[in-house]
């Protein structure tokens, strides 16, 4: 059975950072599209960012570009998403997925069919 399981999250001072892991079971991460994602309260959700494991390419949204790194240890079947310089408007829940996918060029999966739980980032002072 697939599951991913999003742990790290917590309270974090504007300009802190956070990192956040999403512990795969069931399936490896190889050949397998990964992305993070957020919601904030009232909000739609949102892409944060994704990374096709297959040529190892990752994209970002725009207002997370240069500040956040996603990545993935096959060793550790964990993907991670590495945040600095945290804005009170990155305040959401987080929720990692999975699609099993090889890149062909598009920027990232149309659907992803499997999710964690979410974890919550709060950036506050």
């Known amino acids: 059975q697939l599951q991913l399981v999003d742990t790290g999250g917590g309270l974090v001072q504007p300009g802190g950072s956070l990192r956040l892991s999403c512990a795969a079971s069931?399936?490896?991460?190889?050949?397998?599209?990964i992305g993070w994602f957020r919601q904030a309260p009232g909000k739609e959700r949102e892409l944060v960012s994704c990374m096709w494991t297959s040529d190892g390419v990752r994209n970002y949204a725009r207002s997370v570009k240069g500040r956040f790194t996603i990545s993935v240890d096959n060793a550790k079947n964990t993907v991670y998403l590495e945040m600095s310089s945290l804005k009170p408007e990155d305040t959401a829940v987080y929720y990692c997925a999975a699609q099993r996918a090889y890149h062909s060029g598009s920027y990232c999966p149309v659907e992803f069919g499997s999710w964690g739980q979410g974890t919550q980032v709060t950036v506050s002072s």
């Open positions: 069931g399936f490896t991460l190889d050949s397998y599209a």
